[in-house]
């Protein structure tokens, strides 16, 4: 039988060479079946808690708020782009959802941290960082954020071996500077 010579499935003539085609859209179908799945869309205001953990899964981690209020976040790191926090009232519904790893997020946390902001509260605020690292001579840590930037950037904040975050800035993620070997 020639490549091109068409082959009998189930009463339909297919030709022979058509079955990369098939292996193509099926893989192709799995892909846009995978985006649709983590494109979910954050829960609007008065969903209730079960239906927020039944699609959005198992949360990263879980902070209590003041009157009995929770906030579950939903980070994608390490390498992930995105954390979004969801907050829920005492009763379990949804208060506000907000994808925190942004500029604007970022300038209160400098803000905040003036003020003597806890690692509990830099938690609270932005979740957890995508990478720390010892802050070398300084003592203390370094954690990093990569966020949706088309810079290559990523935010880091330095805290103490105390837990008190002294100061945050923008850096250049190490995965964009890679050594050329042409230099």
């Given at each position: 039988?020639?490549?091109?010579?068409?082959?009998?499935?189930?009463?339909?003539?297919?030709?022979?060479?058509?079955?990369?085609?098939?292996?193509?859209?099926?893989?192709?179908?799995?892909?846009?079946?995978?985006?649709a799945a983590c494109a979910t869309p954050p829960p609007g205001v008065g969903s209730v808690r079960d239906d927020v953990l039944r699609t959005?899964?198992?949360?990263?981690?879980?902070?209590?708020?003041?009157?009995?209020?929770?906030?579950?976040?939903?980070?994608?790191?390490?390498?992930?782009?995105?954390?979004?926090?969801?907050?829920?009232?005492?009763?379990?519904?949804?208060?506000?959802?907000?994808?925190?790893?942004?500029?604007?997020?970022?300038?209160?946390?400098?803000?905040?941290?003036?003020?003597?902001?806890?690692?509990?509260?830099?938690?609270?605020?932005?979740?957890?960082?995508?990478?720390?690292?010892?802050?070398?001579?300084?003592?203390?840590?370094?954690?990093?954020?990569?966020?949706?930037?088309?810079d290559c950037l990523w935010f880091q904040v330095s805290v103490t071996d105390s837990g008190t975050v002294?100061?945050?800035?923008?850096?250049?993620?190490?995965?964009?500077?890679?050594?050329?070997?042409?230099?």
């Amino acid at each position: 039988m020639s490549a091109t010579e068409p082959v009998l499935r189930r009463g339909v003539e297919v030709p022979s060479n058509a079955k990369g085609s098939y292996l193509r859209l099926s893989i192709c179908l799995a892909a846009a079946l995978l985006l649709a799945a983590c494109a979910t869309p954050p829960p609007g205001v008065g969903s209730v808690r079960d239906d927020v953990l039944r699609t959005w899964g198992r949360p990263t981690a879980r902070y209590a708020m003041p009157a009995g209020a929770e906030r579950l976040e939903y980070a994608s790191g390490p390498y992930g782009r995105t954390t979004w926090m969801i907050d829920l009232d005492a009763g379990g519904r949804v208060t506000q959802a907000r994808q925190v790893l942004n500029e604007a997020e970022f300038l209160q946390v400098q803000i905040r941290s003036a003020g003597g902001m806890t690692t509990d509260e830099l938690l609270r605020w932005i979740g957890s960082p995508g990478e720390v690292r010892s802050g070398g001579w300084q003592g203390g840590q370094v954690w990093s954020w990569r966020y949706p930037t088309n810079d290559c950037l990523w935010f880091q904040v330095s805290v103490t071996d105390s837990g008190t975050v002294t100061g945050g800035a923008y850096g250049i993620d190490p995965r964009c500077d890679t050594p050329n070997p042409r230099h």
